[in-house]
């Protein structure tokens, strides 16, 4: 059920360095109009181009609308020629789970073991991009300040879901193969599918995975987790409301590449202007 009730939690006083490539910008949200104009991205992507099913509410709106929100800091990339919200991510803190009563991530996944590890964590969510704007430059512009965000918090662990779309398992079964045989995480950091929706992701040997096939069925956003040194937790979760599937994804900040730590989680050093 959609609820409504604004949380007075949120405090839209946390700003980021600023971060620009060409005419996008990344900011995060400074106002409730803000985070409307995310939740309208986000109904147009998950809902009118991917297939996820609305509430009564949400449809009425066309807004993906959720009071998880209200706990969180809401990323923006910014089309600033057309004043135009073109990109967003979630982020949700300890403390902010704490006050809202848990992670969003733990509705599919037990993370137990993530909750446990010491520090700062935080769990990333709701990331879409608009498609006129699925371009290398605007991903690496919210992969940016997704490592700003993660410097600023001085956070030690990430994760959230990753998504395929649709719940057609074997449409995926090279990339969910691979993710299994190479990427899954070490036992003390390895999530798990609870048990209802529960989705093996061996489904085909090691000896018998196409790299190149992986690749391509591989959604681009966890492509990108990869690359900064992502694993993947146990058995994937087949989320037929949102049609998707979904796999939890861990990122340690001491796991991730010199090379990527300096292009996303540094922006006051990285020269490269993307």
Same mark, same amino acid.
């Given at each position: 059920?959609?609820?409504?009730?604004?949380?007075?939690?949120?405090?839209?006083?946390?700003? +980021?360095?600023?971060?620009? =490539?060409?005419?996008?910008?990344?900011?995060?949200?400074?106002?409730?109009?803000?985070?409307?104009?995310?939740?309208? +991205?986000?109904?147009?992507?998950?809902?009118?181009?991917?297939?996820?099913?609305?509430?009564?509410?949400?449809?009425?709106?066309?807004?993906?609308?959720?009071?998880?929100?209200?706990?969180?800091?809401?990323?923006?990339?910014?089309?600033?020629?057309?004043?135009?919200?073109?990109?967003?991510?979630?982020?949700?803190?300890?403390? =902010?789970?704490?006050?809202?009563? @848990?992670?969003?991530?733990?509705?599919?996944?037990?993370?137990?073991?993530?909750?446990?590890?010491?520090?700062?964590?935080?769990?990333?969510?709701?990331?879409?991009?608009?498609?006129?704007?699925?371009?290398?430059?605007?991903?690496? +512009?919210?992969?940016?300040?997704? @490592?700003?965000?993660?410097?600023?918090?001085?956070?030690?662990?990430?994760? @959230?879901?990753?998504?395929?779309?649709?719940?057609?398992?074997?449409?995926?079964?090279? =990339?969910?193969?691979? +993710?299994?045989?190479?990427?899954?995480?070490?036992?003390?950091? &390895?999530?798990?599918?609870? &048990?209802?929706?529960?989705?093996?992701?061996?489904?085909?040997?090691?000896?018998?995975?196409?790299?190149?096939?992986?690749? &391509?069925?591989?959604?681009?956003?966890?492509?990108?987790?990869?690359?900064?040194? @992502?694993?993947?937790?146990?058995?994937?979760?087949?989320?037929?409301?949102?049609?998707?599937?979904?796999?939890?994804?861990?990122?340690?900040?001491?796991?991730?590449?010199?090379?990527?730590?300096?292009?996303?989680?540094?922006?006051?050093?990285?020269?490269?202007?993307?």
């Amino acid at each position: 059920m959609t609820n409504l009730v604004t949380a007075p939690f949120r405090r839209f006083s946390k700003t +980021l360095p600023h971060l620009t =490539a060409g005419q996008l910008e990344v900011r995060l949200a400074r106002s409730e109009e803000d985070v409307k104009a995310a939740q309208l +991205l986000r109904y147009e992507v998950f809902y009118e181009e991917c297939g996820a099913q609305p509430d009564e509410t949400i449809a009425l709106l066309k807004q993906d609308i959720t009071d998880i929100d209200n706990f969180c800091d809401i990323l923006l990339v910014i089309d600033r020629n057309h004043s135009k919200i073109v990109g967003t991510y979630r982020f949700m803190l300890r403390n =902010a789970a704490h006050h809202y009563g @848990g992670y969003y991530t733990a509705n599919e996944f037990d993370i137990s073991k993530l909750v446990a590890f010491p520090g700062q964590i935080m769990e990333l969510g709701r990331s879409c991009v608009h498609k006129d704007y699925r371009t290398k430059p605007t991903m690496q +512009l919210l992969w940016r300040g997704v @490592g700003a965000y993660i410097r600023m918090n001085e956070v030690n662990l990430c994760f @959230g879901c990753g998504s395929f779309m649709g719940t057609d398992v074997f449409l995926y079964k090279q =990339a969910l193969s691979y +993710l299994y045989h190479y990427h899954l995480a070490p036992s003390e950091l &390895r999530a798990r599918a609870l &048990r209802d929706r529960y989705q093996e992701m061996n489904l085909i040997p090691k000896n018998q995975i196409n790299p190149k096939e992986a690749m &391509r069925q591989m959604p681009a956003l966890i492509k990108g987790y990869l690359r900064v040194g @992502g694993f993947i937790g146990e058995g994937a979760f087949v989320d037929h409301q949102f049609n998707s599937i979904d796999v939890c994804i861990i990122v340690k900040r001491e796991m991730v590449t010199e090379r990527y730590s300096q292009r996303y989680t540094d922006p006051f050093t990285s020269k490269e202007d993307v």
